[in-house]
């Protein structure tokens, strides 16, 4: 993997298409992403995206934006009376869309910490932080302080309850290791969702869901088809994703499996589900689709 420093001119991006009704600005501490070659970049759906990777293959390259909480302190002001005038006066945050604010070589460049110091100083109104790591619980002082001045909410992402998936990478981060530090983050007080995104063949839904009912507070449930920005996910069906799910079960292509696992859920933790984007917004419950 190449890894380099850039410094960037703007860090608080205004959100379209996908993230519009989800929060005004997305934060992206990293270009690129070290879990690329592990499970969870089979699916993933930044590597589609031609101005993040410029060509390059996924998981080839992070590029550490050095100056970000530099760059957060001099123009937030301007960002929120941006979100202020243009989406409905809250001012919200998703870190990050685009990259995984725990990637391994945070522990060497501090990027997410330090914007995560500059929000402290000077909070949004709504932040998402969406990680696949269970490294998460490195900050959980700095995400604990942060939830007393702001809408927070940690999004843990677990796809599957499958500790491995033959014909595919090893996770970047254990099943158990990802719901240890949900549950950890819930007891310090942080509200935590788990996110089955993208969704994967799951082995035993029953338990799967009661397991994040007992770990987080809410779950939100999304399909590729639909979410990696195609109506057909045609962009995932280009990858080796689909052809390792029809070897478990070729009904989880479907959204109608999506929807099955949604009535599963549902019925465990009624008012705790969130489908798709809605899911993503914090809008839970069948009203809410």
């Not at 380099?4 to 992403?33: A, D, M, W």
């Not at 302080?145 to 909410?153: H, M, P, T, V």
């Not at 999004?155 to 099943?175: C, F, N, Y």
């Not at 689909?242 to 009904?251: G, H, Q, S």
Request: charged share 25%.
């Amino acid at each position: 993997m190449e890894i380099s420093e850039t410094q960037v001119k703007n860090i608080l991006t205004r959100t379209t298409g996908f993230l519009e009704t989800v929060s005004s600005h997305s934060v992206q501490p990293y270009r690129g992403c070290s879990y690329g070659n592990s499970l969870c970049g089979v699916g993933c759906y930044v590597q589609h995206n031609f101005w993040v990777t410029k060509g390059r293959a996924w998981g080839s390259f992070l590029e550490a934006r050095t100056n970000a909480a530099d760059v957060y302190r001099a123009t937030v002001d301007r960002e929120r009376r941006w979100a202020e005038r243009n989406r409905g006066g809250v001012f919200g945050i998703y870190m990050s869309s685009s990259t995984d604010p725990f990637v391994p070589q945070e522990s060497r460049f501090g990027i997410t910490r330090s914007l995560l110091d500059a929000m402290l100083e000077q909070s949004p109104d709504v932040l998402i932080v969406q990680t696949h790591s269970h490294r998460v619980v490195d900050e959980m002082d700095r995400l604990s302080a942060l939830s007393s001045g702001c809408d927070l909410r940690v999004h843990v992402s677990i796809e599957t309850d499958r500790e491995s998936v033959m014909g595919l990478p090893r996770h970047a981060s254990s099943v158990s290791d990802r719901f240890e530090a949900v549950k950890r983050m819930k007891e310090s007080g942080v509200r935590t969702v788990v996110t089955v995104s993208p969704l994967l063949s799951i082995e035993d839904p029953q338990r799967f869901f009661e397991c994040i009912a007992e770990s987080a507070d809410s779950v939100v449930i999304d399909h590729f088809v639909e979410g990696d920005g195609t109506p057909d996910g045609r962009h995932t069906m280009r990858t080796r994703l689909p052809d390792v799910l029809r070897t478990i079960d070729a009904e989880t292509l479907s959204l109608d499996y999506r929807d099955r696992m949604v009535a599963i859920a549902e019925g465990i933790m009624p008012g705790r589900v969130g489908v798709h984007i809605d899911g993503f917004a914090g809008r839970l419950g069948p009203q809410a689709s």
